[in-house]
C-alpha cells in the first residue's frame, strides 16, 4: 500500500530530490507544503506516514523546528511521525529532543543509517 509523505519547506529543487529518493527506495507519495498552515491543513485532510521538515524554510527561511514543536502540541497530529531534514548533528538532536525522529541530511540520502531509520516507518 502505497504510504504518503508530507515534505515541509523545502525548494524546488531538493523537493524533487527528496521525492525520487524517497519513491526509488519506498512505495510511496511525496507531497509539499510551504509553512505551518498548509502543513497542518494537509495533515487534517490527509493521512500521512511521515513528515519531513527542513531545517530552515525555503519561502521565508524560519525555523523548521517551530513547526517541529507545533505539530507535536497538537492533540491530533502529534502521533504523525516527524524528521529534520538537516546535516547538522546539534540540530538534529534538538529536532529528537522536541519529539521528532532522527532525521537525515541532503547528503546522506543513500546512506544505510538513512535507509533502516526511513524502513522503521515507511516499510
Given at each position: 500500500?502505497?504510504?504518503?509523505?508530507?515534505?515541509?519547506?523545502?525548494?524546488?529543487?531538493?523537493?524533487?530530490?527528496?521525492?525520487?529518493?524517497?519513491?526509488?527506495?519506498?512505495?510511496?507519495?511525496?507531497?509539499?507544503?510551504?509553512?505551518?498552515?498548509?502543513?497542518?491543513?494537509?495533515?487534517r485532510e490527509g493521512d500521512y506516514?511521515?513528515?519531513?521538515?527542513?531545517?530552515?524554510?525555503?519561502?521565508?527561511?524560519?525555523?523548521?523546528?517551530?513547526?517541529?514543536?507545533?505539530?507535536?502540541?497538537?492533540?491530533?497530529?502529534?502521533?504523525?511521525?516527524?524528521?529534520?531534514i538537516t546535516n547538522f548533528a546539534?540540530?538534529?538532536?534538538?529536532?529528537?529532543?522536541?519529539?521528532?525522529?532522527?532525521?537525515?541530511?541532503?547528503?546522506?540520502?543513500?546512506?544505510?543509517?538513512?535507509?533502516?531509520?526511513?524502513?522503521?516507518?515507511?516499510?
Amino acid at each position: 500500500m502505497t504510504k504518503h509523505v508530507l515534505d515541509v519547506g523545502n525548494c524546488g529543487p531538493d523537493f524533487q530530490a527528496i521525492s525520487r529518493f524517497l519513491t526509488a527506495s519506498f512505495d510511496c507519495q511525496v507531497d509539499q507544503a510551504d509553512k505551518l498552515e498548509d502543513t497542518q491543513t494537509k495533515l487534517r485532510e490527509g493521512d500521512y506516514a511521515l513528515v519531513l521538515i527542513n531545517r530552515k524554510l525555503d519561502c521565508d527561511y524560519s525555523d523548521g523546528i517551530e513547526i517541529l514543536k507545533a505539530l507535536k502540541a497538537n492533540d491530533q497530529l502529534r502521533s504523525v511521525p516527524v524528521m529534520l531534514i538537516t546535516n547538522f548533528a546539534e540540530h538534529q538532536d534538538a529536532a529528537v529532543a522536541a519529539g521528532a525522529e532522527r532525521g537525515f541530511g541532503k547528503f546522506e540520502y543513500e546512506k544505510a543509517e538513512t535507509l533502516q531509520r526511513l524502513t522503521k516507518i515507511l516499510g
